[in-house]
């Protein structure tokens, strides 16, 4: 996975969020997203990641090994 690919993702799951993504260590299966939607508003933090979590599908715990997430209201 690239981080473009992870990017798009998350914003086509999440229509209106804007999201920025990082490969943490390279090897395309660890990242670093940051995400603001309006979607979040009213959300709880767990609320939040599960959106984003839902965005990205089976791609979690398969090709995603691992994602740190950073969500806010936007």
Known sequence: MTT??????IEKGL?????TVSDLTGTGDHFKAEV????FAGKS???QHQLVYRA????????IHAL???TKAG
């Open 45 to 47: 933090m767990i609320e």
């Open 56 to 63: 990205l599908g089976a791609l979690v715990g398969g090709p």
């Open 15 to 19: 229509p209106g969020a804007r999201a």
């Open 4 to 9: 473009d690919e992870v990017k798009a993702l």
């Open 68 to 70: 740190q997430l950073s």
């Open 36 to 39: 603001i939607a309006p979607a």
